[in-house]
């Protein structure tokens, strides 16, 4: 059974601060990781992927990936209270189960003003 | 770009009743997944499809879910008999192939609840 888990949360932060969540995953053959966030009673809605080691920045969101630790991050700088909701670390399956995304519980991440 | 689109949105039935929802996948995405999301948790992948076929269905209840998407656009996901722990959102998602750096996109995803 390939696993993801997510820092359980929830996450707590000031308005300007920067967020950090964090995700490891079981299956070493994963090739592509992302990063979704998801509003309470929304779908989620895709903000990041990264497919090599190293950092990614789109904006204020930073993805981090360590394949040798399987382990991804995302660095949410400067938050705001708009970026309040859980955020869902998927991992692809590797081999024969290429495609299919394997999801974390997720992290509730609250900015307060 | 229109998004994925799903229906109902939400859907209140007593169980061993029946129910089926509705997507419409991102026009020109050939591959077409079915999640369920119980509360507090992250999605499962229930079925997937590439084109009109089924590429993974390994986590399908079988004996009560049904899926299909016969002409390779929309698909309908079936519930038949429906049970307590049923209750969840059940999300459509798609993306351009199904390969693994293919970003999936989501539907509003349909709110089900069995009384």
């Known amino acids: 059974q390939k696993e993801v888990e997510q820092n359980s949360g929830p996450l707590s932060v000031p308005e300007g601060a920067i967020a950090s969540l964090n995700c490891t995953y079981s299956d070493r053959g994963s090739q592509s990781f992302f990063w979704y966030r998801q509003y309470s009673g929304k779908s989620p809605e895709l903000i990041m992927s990264?497919?090599?080691?190293g950092d990614k920045e789109d904006g204020r969101f930073t993805a981090q990936l360590n394949k040798a630790s399987q382990y991804v991050s995302l660095l949410i700088r400067d938050s705001q209270p708009s970026d309040s909701a859980t955020y869902l670390c998927a991992v692809n399956g590797g081999g024969s189960t290429l495609g299919r995304l394997y999801f974390g519980r997720g992290t509730q991440l609250t900015v307060w003003p | 770009e229109a998004g994925v689109a799903q229906s109902p949105r939400y859907k209140i039935i007593e169980k061993r009743q029946s129910v089926a929802f509705w997507c419409n996948p991102i026009s020109g995405h050939a591959t077409l997944y079915w999640y369920q999301q119980i509360l507090g948790q992250g999605p499962k992948l229930l079925i997937q499809f590439q084109n009109n076929g089924v590429v993974d269905d390994s986590q399908l209840p079988k004996d009560r879910f049904s899926a299909e998407r016969l002409k390779g656009v929309d698909s309908t996901l079936k519930i038949q008999p429906a049970k307590l722990e049923d209750s969840a959102v059940y999300l459509c998602?798609?993306?351009?192939?199904?390969?693994?750096?293919?970003?999936?996109?989501f539907g509003d995803g349909t709110r089900l609840s069995i009384l």
């Open positions: 990264i497919y090599s080691n």
């Open positions: 998602a798609s993306s351009f192939g199904g390969q693994n750096n293919q970003p999936q996109h």
